[in-house]
Protein backbone atom coordinates (compact mmCIF):
# COMPACT_ATOMS: atom_id res chain seq x y z
CA UNK A 1 0.00 0.00 0.00
CA UNK A 2 1.03 3.93 -0.76
CA UNK A 3 2.35 5.42 2.24
CA UNK A 4 1.82 8.70 4.07
CA UNK A 5 5.75 9.00 3.05
CA UNK A 6 4.75 9.10 -0.48
CA UNK A 7 2.35 12.00 0.06
CA UNK A 8 4.43 14.12 1.88
CA UNK A 9 6.97 13.24 -1.23
CA UNK A 10 4.60 15.05 -3.29
CA UNK A 11 3.69 17.69 -1.99
CA UNK A 12 7.33 18.73 -0.55
CA UNK A 13 7.82 18.19 -4.88
CA UNK A 14 5.07 21.29 -5.18
CA UNK A 15 7.27 23.76 -3.73
CA UNK A 16 10.62 22.31 -4.85
CA UNK A 17 13.08 23.28 -7.73
CA UNK A 18 11.58 21.19 -9.43
CA UNK A 19 7.49 20.83 -8.77
CA UNK A 20 5.37 18.61 -10.00
CA UNK A 21 3.19 18.80 -13.17
CA UNK A 22 0.05 17.50 -11.34
CA UNK A 23 -0.51 14.31 -13.59
CA UNK A 24 1.40 13.07 -11.02
CA UNK A 25 0.77 14.84 -7.62
CA UNK A 26 -1.42 11.65 -8.60
CA UNK A 27 0.24 9.07 -9.21
CA UNK A 28 1.30 7.84 -5.62
CA UNK A 29 -1.44 10.32 -3.87
CA UNK A 30 -3.73 7.20 -4.66
CA UNK A 31 -5.23 5.94 -2.00
CA UNK A 32 -3.76 6.50 1.93
CA UNK A 33 -6.32 8.98 3.10
CA UNK A 34 -9.36 7.62 5.35
CA UNK A 35 -12.48 7.97 3.10
CA UNK A 36 -14.81 8.23 5.45
CA UNK A 37 -13.35 11.14 7.51
CA UNK A 38 -15.96 13.41 8.49
CA UNK A 39 -15.59 17.15 7.40
CA UNK A 40 -15.21 20.18 10.02
CA UNK A 41 -18.36 21.69 11.26
CA UNK A 42 -17.76 24.97 9.19
CA UNK A 43 -17.53 22.86 5.96
CA UNK A 44 -18.56 24.00 2.36
CA UNK A 45 -22.22 23.12 1.56
CA UNK A 46 -23.12 19.40 0.82
CA UNK A 47 -24.22 20.45 -2.79
CA UNK A 48 -22.56 23.28 -4.96
CA UNK A 49 -25.17 23.68 -7.18
CA UNK A 50 -26.07 27.21 -5.49
CA UNK A 51 -22.75 28.24 -5.04
CA UNK A 52 -22.27 31.77 -7.26
CA UNK A 53 -18.71 30.64 -8.59
CA UNK A 54 -20.20 27.13 -9.58
CA UNK A 55 -23.29 28.31 -11.55
CA UNK A 56 -20.36 30.97 -13.52
CA UNK A 57 -18.60 28.24 -14.10
CA UNK A 58 -21.45 26.11 -15.23
CA UNK A 59 -22.66 28.74 -17.49
CA UNK A 60 -19.04 28.95 -18.94
CA UNK A 61 -19.41 25.37 -19.90
CA UNK A 62 -22.36 25.99 -21.46
CA UNK A 63 -21.79 28.95 -23.19
CA UNK A 64 -17.98 27.88 -24.81
CA UNK A 65 -18.73 24.15 -24.94
CA UNK A 66 -22.20 23.14 -25.63
CA UNK A 67 -23.01 21.38 -22.22
CA UNK A 68 -26.78 21.42 -21.11
CA UNK A 69 -26.78 24.04 -17.98
CA UNK A 70 -29.78 22.26 -16.11
CA UNK A 71 -28.25 18.94 -16.46
CA UNK A 72 -24.55 20.31 -15.15
CA UNK A 73 -26.16 21.97 -12.19
CA UNK A 74 -27.82 18.74 -11.07
CA UNK A 75 -25.14 16.67 -11.35
CA UNK A 76 -23.22 19.64 -8.82
CA UNK A 77 -26.11 19.16 -7.20
CA UNK A 78 -24.90 15.91 -6.15
CA UNK A 79 -21.44 16.86 -5.85
CA UNK A 80 -20.17 16.86 -2.28
CA UNK A 81 -17.21 18.36 -0.26
CA UNK A 82 -14.43 16.26 1.07
CA UNK A 83 -13.12 17.96 3.90
CA UNK A 84 -10.45 14.54 3.95
CA UNK A 85 -8.92 16.15 0.57
CA UNK A 86 -8.34 19.84 1.75
CA UNK A 87 -7.14 18.32 5.34
CA UNK A 88 -4.34 15.94 3.79
CA UNK A 89 -3.18 19.09 1.50
CA UNK A 90 -2.74 21.19 4.44
CA UNK A 91 -0.53 18.69 6.18
CA UNK A 92 2.71 20.39 7.66
CA UNK A 93 5.34 19.43 4.59
CA UNK A 94 7.95 16.73 6.23
CA UNK A 95 11.41 16.26 4.30
CA UNK A 96 11.17 14.00 1.86
CA UNK A 97 12.72 10.14 2.53
CA UNK A 98 15.73 8.59 1.49
CA UNK A 99 15.93 6.25 -1.50
CA UNK A 100 16.29 3.48 0.75
CA UNK A 101 12.62 4.43 2.91
CA UNK A 102 11.19 5.16 -0.35
CA UNK A 103 12.00 2.19 -2.28
CA UNK A 104 11.72 -0.64 0.10
CA UNK A 105 7.71 -0.96 -0.45
CA UNK A 106 8.21 -0.38 -4.11
CA UNK A 107 10.30 -2.92 -4.96
CA UNK A 108 9.11 -5.86 -2.62
CA UNK A 109 8.91 -9.23 -3.59
CA UNK A 110 4.92 -8.89 -3.82
CA UNK A 111 5.42 -5.82 -6.06
CA UNK A 112 8.00 -7.12 -8.27
CA UNK A 113 5.67 -11.13 -8.66
CA UNK A 114 2.77 -9.16 -9.41
CA UNK A 115 4.79 -6.82 -12.38
CA UNK A 116 6.09 -10.33 -13.71
CA UNK A 117 2.28 -12.02 -13.50
CA UNK A 118 0.97 -8.31 -15.43
CA UNK A 119 3.23 -8.89 -17.97
CA UNK A 120 2.40 -12.86 -18.82
CA UNK A 121 -1.38 -11.90 -18.45
CA UNK A 122 -1.17 -9.05 -20.99
CA UNK A 123 2.47 -10.08 -22.89
CA UNK A 124 0.64 -9.42 -26.34
CA UNK A 125 -0.66 -6.29 -25.73
CA UNK A 126 2.53 -5.21 -24.31
CA UNK A 127 4.58 -6.44 -27.14
CA UNK A 128 2.43 -4.64 -29.44
CA UNK A 129 3.06 -1.68 -28.02
CA UNK A 130 6.79 -2.07 -28.07
CA UNK A 131 6.84 -1.97 -31.18
CA UNK A 132 4.71 0.88 -32.09
CA UNK A 133 6.38 3.22 -29.86
CA UNK A 134 9.83 1.97 -29.11
CA UNK A 135 9.01 1.92 -24.86
CA UNK A 136 10.02 -1.72 -23.29
CA UNK A 137 7.49 -3.71 -21.64
CA UNK A 138 9.15 -3.55 -18.20
CA UNK A 139 9.02 0.46 -17.94
CA UNK A 140 4.98 0.27 -18.59
CA UNK A 141 4.58 -2.11 -15.83
CA UNK A 142 6.59 -0.14 -13.37
CA UNK A 143 4.36 2.32 -13.81
CA UNK A 144 1.40 0.49 -13.80
CA UNK A 145 2.85 -1.16 -10.61
CA UNK A 146 3.95 2.28 -8.89
CA UNK A 147 0.88 3.76 -9.33
CA UNK A 148 -2.15 1.45 -8.76
CA UNK A 149 -0.49 -1.83 -8.24
CA UNK A 150 -1.20 -3.25 -11.26
CA UNK A 151 -5.17 -1.70 -11.23
CA UNK A 152 -5.89 -3.04 -7.74
CA UNK A 153 -5.95 0.70 -6.16
CA UNK A 154 -7.48 2.70 -9.09
CA UNK A 155 -9.08 5.32 -6.56
CA UNK A 156 -12.60 5.12 -4.80
CA UNK A 157 -13.50 8.86 -4.52
CA UNK A 158 -15.94 10.08 -6.75
CA UNK A 159 -14.08 12.07 -9.09
CA UNK A 160 -16.58 15.06 -9.30
CA UNK A 161 -16.59 15.14 -5.86
CA UNK A 162 -12.64 15.19 -5.82
CA UNK A 163 -12.21 17.73 -8.47
CA UNK A 164 -15.12 20.27 -7.47
CA UNK A 165 -13.43 20.03 -3.37
CA UNK A 166 -10.32 21.27 -5.25
CA UNK A 167 -11.55 23.63 -7.48
CA UNK A 168 -13.75 25.62 -5.40
CA UNK A 169 -12.54 25.39 -1.78
CA UNK A 170 -9.02 24.64 -1.90
CA UNK A 171 -7.70 28.71 -3.19
CA UNK A 172 -4.06 27.41 -3.36
CA UNK A 173 -4.40 25.42 -6.35
CA UNK A 174 -7.99 26.26 -7.37
CA UNK A 175 -7.50 27.57 -10.99
CA UNK A 176 -5.37 24.37 -12.21
CA UNK A 177 -7.95 22.07 -10.63
CA UNK A 178 -10.81 23.99 -12.44
CA UNK A 179 -8.58 23.57 -15.41
CA UNK A 180 -8.97 19.85 -14.61
CA UNK A 181 -12.34 19.98 -13.62
CA UNK A 182 -13.38 21.08 -17.08
CA UNK A 183 -11.39 18.66 -18.65
CA UNK A 184 -13.40 15.70 -16.81
CA UNK A 185 -16.58 17.40 -18.02
CA UNK A 186 -14.95 17.01 -21.45
CA UNK A 187 -14.06 13.45 -20.79
CA UNK A 188 -17.10 12.19 -19.14
CA UNK A 189 -19.00 13.34 -21.92
CA UNK A 190 -16.80 12.07 -24.99
CA UNK A 191 -16.52 8.44 -22.79
CA UNK A 192 -20.72 8.57 -22.58
CA UNK A 193 -20.95 8.38 -19.06
CA UNK A 194 -22.19 10.58 -16.32
CA UNK A 195 -19.96 12.81 -14.56
CA UNK A 196 -21.25 11.18 -11.57
CA UNK A 197 -20.17 7.84 -12.43
CA UNK A 198 -16.02 7.55 -12.57
CA UNK A 199 -13.76 7.42 -9.22
CA UNK A 200 -9.96 7.77 -8.99
CA UNK A 201 -7.77 9.46 -6.37
CA UNK A 202 -7.99 11.68 -3.75
CA UNK A 203 -6.77 14.24 -6.27
CA UNK A 204 -8.80 13.27 -9.21
CA UNK A 205 -6.73 11.08 -11.13
CA UNK A 206 -8.30 8.66 -13.59
CA UNK A 207 -7.64 4.63 -14.40
CA UNK A 208 -4.58 1.83 -14.06
CA UNK A 209 -1.94 4.55 -15.06
CA UNK A 210 -3.83 7.53 -13.10
CA UNK A 211 -4.17 10.04 -15.55
CA UNK A 212 -5.25 13.36 -14.66
CA UNK A 213 -8.73 14.60 -16.78
CA UNK A 214 -6.47 16.37 -19.24
CA UNK A 215 -3.97 14.11 -19.49
CA UNK A 216 -6.69 11.65 -20.11
CA UNK A 217 -7.64 13.97 -23.58
CA UNK A 218 -4.29 14.12 -24.54
CA UNK A 219 -2.43 11.07 -24.26
CA UNK A 220 -4.66 8.22 -23.90
CA UNK A 221 -4.74 5.93 -27.04
CA UNK A 222 -7.84 3.58 -28.77
CA UNK A 223 -5.49 1.06 -29.10
CA UNK A 224 -7.89 -2.06 -29.29
CA UNK A 225 -10.32 0.07 -31.59
CA UNK A 226 -13.06 -0.14 -29.63
CA UNK A 227 -13.84 3.84 -30.66
CA UNK A 228 -12.83 5.13 -26.79
CA UNK A 229 -10.20 5.14 -24.71
CA UNK A 230 -10.58 3.31 -21.58
CA UNK A 231 -7.98 3.21 -19.20
CA UNK A 232 -9.51 1.10 -16.37
CA UNK A 233 -10.12 -2.35 -18.50
CA UNK A 234 -8.48 -2.41 -21.44
CA UNK A 235 -4.85 -3.71 -21.11
CA UNK A 236 -4.33 -2.51 -24.84
CA UNK A 237 -5.42 0.86 -24.02
CA UNK A 238 -3.40 1.11 -20.95
CA UNK A 239 -0.48 -0.03 -22.43
CA UNK A 240 -0.41 2.56 -25.27
CA UNK A 241 -1.65 5.43 -23.53
CA UNK A 242 1.38 5.01 -20.86
CA UNK A 243 4.16 4.65 -23.76
CA UNK A 244 2.32 7.30 -26.29
CA UNK A 245 2.91 10.13 -22.73
CA UNK A 246 6.45 9.23 -22.78
CA UNK A 247 6.70 9.42 -26.28
CA UNK A 248 5.26 12.61 -26.01
CA UNK A 249 7.94 13.58 -23.56
CA UNK A 250 10.50 12.68 -26.15
CA UNK A 251 11.32 8.98 -25.44
CA UNK A 252 13.81 7.75 -26.88
CA UNK A 253 13.51 3.82 -28.15
CA UNK A 254 16.32 1.38 -27.35
CA UNK A 255 18.03 4.23 -24.95
CA UNK A 256 18.51 3.33 -21.56
CA UNK A 257 17.60 5.69 -18.67
CA UNK A 258 20.38 5.54 -15.71
CA UNK A 259 23.75 3.89 -15.77
CA UNK A 260 25.98 3.14 -13.17
CA UNK A 261 28.82 5.60 -12.35
CA UNK A 262 32.42 6.27 -10.01
CA UNK A 263 33.54 9.34 -9.54
CA UNK A 264 37.20 10.34 -8.79
CA UNK A 265 38.12 10.26 -5.52
CA UNK A 266 40.60 13.50 -6.26
CA UNK A 267 36.98 14.83 -7.65
CA UNK A 268 34.40 13.67 -5.22
CA UNK A 269 33.89 16.63 -2.91
CA UNK A 270 33.57 18.68 -5.95
CA UNK A 271 31.17 16.74 -7.80
CA UNK A 272 28.74 16.20 -4.87
CA UNK A 273 28.77 20.03 -4.93
CA UNK A 274 26.80 20.04 -8.11
CA UNK A 275 23.89 17.42 -6.80
CA UNK A 276 20.94 19.68 -5.48
CA UNK A 277 18.51 17.70 -3.41
CA UNK A 278 20.15 14.40 -5.02
CA UNK A 279 20.11 15.52 -8.49
CA UNK A 280 22.10 17.77 -11.13
CA UNK A 281 21.71 20.05 -13.28
CA UNK A 282 22.21 18.46 -16.47
CA UNK A 283 25.53 19.42 -18.53
CA UNK A 284 27.25 17.63 -21.53
CA UNK A 285 28.77 14.32 -20.96
CA UNK A 286 32.53 15.52 -21.82
CA UNK A 287 32.10 17.75 -18.82
CA UNK A 288 31.22 15.15 -16.30
CA UNK A 289 34.48 13.26 -17.77
CA UNK A 290 36.20 16.20 -17.15
CA UNK A 291 34.73 16.29 -13.46
CA UNK A 292 35.87 12.81 -13.01
CA UNK A 293 32.62 10.96 -13.38
CA UNK A 294 32.46 8.26 -15.45
CA UNK A 295 30.04 5.44 -16.52
CA UNK A 296 31.19 2.29 -14.64
CA UNK A 297 30.89 0.35 -17.69
CA UNK A 298 33.04 2.52 -20.48
CA UNK A 299 31.36 0.39 -23.24
CA UNK A 300 27.95 2.17 -22.35
CA UNK A 301 29.04 5.43 -23.24
CA UNK A 302 28.73 7.99 -25.60
CA UNK A 303 25.48 9.14 -24.77
CA UNK A 304 23.05 11.36 -25.88
CA UNK A 305 23.77 15.33 -24.25
CA UNK A 306 22.97 16.24 -22.26
CA UNK A 307 22.88 14.40 -18.97
CA UNK A 308 22.34 14.57 -15.36
CA UNK A 309 24.28 12.58 -12.09
CA UNK A 310 21.66 10.84 -9.37
CA UNK A 311 22.63 9.97 -6.31
CA UNK A 312 20.36 7.23 -4.28
CA UNK A 313 20.50 7.00 -0.50
CA UNK A 314 21.45 3.40 0.14
CA UNK A 315 21.81 3.65 3.71
CA UNK A 316 21.84 6.57 6.53
CA UNK A 317 25.90 6.97 5.73
CA UNK A 318 25.06 10.43 3.75
CA UNK A 319 27.39 10.93 0.77
CA UNK A 320 29.14 7.45 1.62
CA UNK A 321 26.30 5.33 1.95
CA UNK A 322 24.90 6.32 -1.32
CA UNK A 323 24.94 4.83 -5.27
CA UNK A 324 26.24 6.77 -8.41
CA UNK A 325 23.98 6.83 -11.78
CA UNK A 326 24.69 9.21 -14.94
CA UNK A 327 20.79 10.21 -15.96
CA UNK A 328 20.27 9.95 -19.35
CA UNK A 329 17.11 11.24 -21.15
CA UNK A 330 14.62 8.55 -20.55
CA UNK A 331 15.02 9.04 -16.72
CA UNK A 332 14.35 13.04 -17.30
CA UNK A 333 11.23 11.49 -19.68
CA UNK A 334 9.75 9.53 -16.73
CA UNK A 335 9.80 12.54 -14.31
CA UNK A 336 7.37 14.17 -16.33
CA UNK A 337 5.56 11.28 -14.88
CA UNK A 338 5.98 12.39 -11.65
CA UNK A 339 8.45 14.88 -10.95
CA UNK A 340 10.67 13.26 -8.54
CA UNK A 341 14.06 11.64 -8.44
CA UNK A 342 13.03 8.88 -6.19
CA UNK A 343 9.90 7.95 -8.73
CA UNK A 344 12.08 7.86 -11.84
CA UNK A 345 14.80 5.77 -10.11
CA UNK A 346 11.95 3.64 -8.75
CA UNK A 347 10.54 3.07 -11.85
CA UNK A 348 13.71 1.92 -13.39
CA UNK A 349 14.54 -0.31 -10.07
CA UNK A 350 11.68 -1.88 -10.65
CA UNK A 351 11.76 -2.60 -14.45
CA UNK A 352 14.79 -4.41 -14.49
CA UNK A 353 13.63 -6.24 -11.37
CA UNK A 354 10.44 -7.64 -12.90
CA UNK A 355 12.31 -8.21 -16.57
CA UNK A 356 14.76 -9.90 -14.52
CA UNK A 357 12.38 -12.03 -12.72
CA UNK A 358 10.29 -12.79 -16.04
CA UNK A 359 13.71 -14.13 -17.41
CA UNK A 360 14.62 -16.97 -14.45
CA UNK A 361 10.87 -17.83 -14.32
CA UNK A 362 11.29 -18.45 -18.27
CA UNK A 363 14.38 -19.95 -17.56
Known amino acids: ?32 LPIAARPPADAAPAGYSKRPEVRAFVGEMAAEHGFDRKALLRAFGEARYRGEIVAAMDRPLRDPPKWYEYARPLLSTARVDGGVAYWNAHAEELARTEDRYGVPPEIIVA ?4 ETIYGQNTGKVRTLDALATLAFDYPRRSAFFRGELKQFLLLSRELGVSPLAPKGSFAGALGVPQFMPGS ?92 GLLMLEESNDGFDGASYWIALNNFYVITRYNRSRLYAAAVCELAKAIRAARGATAR
Not at 143 to 146: D, R, V
Open 1 to 32: MITSAHIQILRWQSVSRRSASLITIVSLFLLA
Open 143 to 146: ILGI
Open 216 to 307: YRSYAVDADGTGRADLWNSAADIAGSVANYLVRHDWQRGAPALVPASIADSARDQVLRKLDGGLSERRSFDAWLADGVSPVDASSAPFSDPV
